[in-house]
């Protein structure tokens, strides 16, 4: 106000400025009013400024909103520019490469291959390639010629049921998190491009067995699909639904990207029959998720469950799901692999850049392993122990395009799955409203209406273009770097930059390590020389204080 000129700021005093806007709106009520009873005009905009007129009493009245008490009736532009911030932001303000948390380029790769649209680029790289943190793959003068992009390997070779599985799949996502016509579209898409459909935890609905495509059966600590009536794993109703044959492997979820060590609650209201159905649970009662397995409680029980999950399926592939927390954990495990002789026929790592739903801001940001430490820490390991060979490993965290295949599977990975590369398949504009039941296009919602915007015959070819799209690059860039299969791609044909002047081989920047290193005794570095001594194999807790790095 000291900017203002003097005469204004004497008005201030006896009439603040702030309720000019809700003044106009008392003039302009009265006006029309006036006019309406002169039979010179109609009613309409005499009802909407006195409406104005009235909201301004009210706002000036009410104690929950400083902002409307102060500023009656123009205040509410504030919330108005806060609700659509996200959008301003995404189409105007935003360039090409700025992730929040995929940039438009992201996004625009999918939208293409997922429409079957070209996906070639003009004019050269919009990328820094002079800023640190620029990655590229190294290609060879002798390229190779391969005839196929249906790259697979197999899962649980010497089981009763091994699975000959995509390099690239759906990740977990729940019936209850995405609407039906999503699963449906997923499910039909993973069907016509022969790739795999994880269930998410949330078990497996009749949407998910609609229209027969290839399932991942994941299980939580809810034991959804497979629970008794208090909560507790249910040997018969395991078995029941992991004999069907659409279920090619078992996935037990110690912990997510998304919110690792968080349970969670489906509140009663949003347990529709159908939800109520899939998970074995009572409709319209809060569902919950606990934070940890009631199933065991040590490492060794752990592998134990694992194997009874295997024996009970029949001989399918059964893993693991985490996202890796305290170093010590995850080498509990490891070692309880190595006393029992049970060993997972997969593991998958969630980078904790992951996430489609809702999750508390803390654990967004804060808590867990990036897919890169993580799922380094896990391929060290096992190699480290001689098991690489025999577990295959999975990752998933903010994969979307070839490269990032490529890149994860330099770290160790046999194979990467993508939840939201496959969302914005389905039509996915990262709106950001997944837990508001509000999804503008119909991924995220229960609402029968929303969901109706998929269209599950279209989406479901568009799953599968861009699977099959994402693999034809891949493709490329693996004849490019003059190989055979992805998974020949290591850690020497990845270069990073660290800055201006300066780049590296990922093999030489990140530590590896030896194969059957730890069998010797050997400890490559700090994380092993710390946490290792940690680990027992018959508790989940430290054996000992933890020791400062040197």
């Known amino acids: 106000m000291l900017a203002w000129p003097r005469w204004t700021r004497r008005i201030n005093e006896h009439f603040p400025l702030r309720y000019l806007t809700w003044l106009l709106c008392g003039l302009l009520a009265l006006f029309f009013a006036i006019r309406w009873t002169a039979g010179l005009g109609d009613a309409v905009l005499m009802v909407v400024f006195l409406a104005l007129t009235l909201l301004g009493l009210r706002d000036s009245r009410q104690q929950h909103h400083s902002i409307l008490r102060n500023y009656p009736v123009i205040g509410h532009l504030r919330f108005l520019l806060e609700f659509i911030r996200p959008e301003i932001r995404q189409y105007f303000v935003e360039g090409d490469n700025d992730a929040a948390p995929f940039s ?107 229209n027969g495509g290839d399932l991942i059966w994941e299980i939580g600590s809810g034991y959804f699909g497979c629970r008794n009536d208090d909560g507790s794993f249910s040997v018969e109703r395991f078995q029941a639904n992991a004999a069907d044959p659409q279920v090619k492997m078992i996935e037990l979820k110690l912990s997510q990207g998304a919110k690792p060590g968080h349970g969670g609650v489906l509140p009663g209201p949003k347990v529709t029959a159908e939800i109520a159905a899939a998970r074995g649970v009572p409709e319209g009662v809060d569902c919950i998720s606990p934070a940890r397995h009631s199933a065991f409680s040590t490492p060794v029980e752990m592998m134990q469950f694992i194997q009874q999950l295997r024996d009970l399926s029949g001989g399918k592939p059964t893993g ?35 996430g489609t739903g809702a999750a508390p801001l803390e654990f967004t940001n804060h ?131 660290l800055d201006k002047h300066e780049v590296r081989l990922l093999a030489n920047l990140l530590p590896f390590v030896e194969p059957g290193a730890l069998l010797r005794g050997e400890m490559p570095h700090n994380t092993f020389r710390i946490y290792w001594p940690l680990a027992s194999a018959h508790s989940f807790a430290p054996q000992g204080s933890i020791a400062r790095s040197p």
Request: glycine content about 10%.
């Open 320 to 354: 693991f799901k985490l996202c890796i927390g305290h170093p010590w954990e995850w080498f509990a495990v490891a070692k309880a692999m190595l006393e029992t002789g049970i060993t997972p026929d997969f593991i998958v790592v969630d980078g904790a850049e992951g």
């Open 104 to 210: 438009r380029a992201q996004r625009s790769i999918v939208y293409q291959r997922a429409k079957g649209a070209p996906d070639q680029r003009p004019f050269g790289t919009q990328l820094d390639t002079g800023a640190r943190g620029y990655e590229w793959i190294n290609h060879s003068l002798m390229p190779t010629h391969l005839t196929s992009h249906d790259f697979r390997i197999t899962i649980g070779a010497g089981r009763a049921q091994p699975y000959s599985a995509s390099v690239f799949n759906i990740s977990a996502m729940s019936f209850g998190a995405l609407s039906a016509n999503a699963i449906l579209a997923l499910n039909k898409g993973a069907k016509l491009g022969g790739f795999a459909h994880d269930t998410g935890e949330g078990s497996i609905s009749v949407h998910h067995r609609a």
């Open 367 to 497: 808590v867990g392993a990036p897919v890169q430490e993580g799922l380094l820490l896990v391929h060290n390991t096992l190699v480290g122990l001689g098991l690489r060979d025999t577990i295959k490993l999975g990752c998933a965290g903010k994969i979307t395009s070839a490269f990032d295949i490529v890149r994860l599977m330099a770290l160790g990975a046999d194979w990467c799955n993508s939840a939201r590369g496959f969302m914005f398949a389905l039509g996915c504009i990262q709106a950001q409203a997944c837990h508001t039941g509000h999804c503008p296009t119909g991924v995220t919602t229960q609402d029968a209406l929303r969901q109706r915007a998929i269209n599950v015959p279209d989406k479901a070819h568009r799953v599968a273009n861009f699977h099959q799209g994402t693999l034809k690059a891949l493709k490329e860039l693996v004849e490019a770097a003059g190989l055979c299969h992805p998974q020949e791609i290591t850690a020497q044909h990845i270069v990073h930059r």
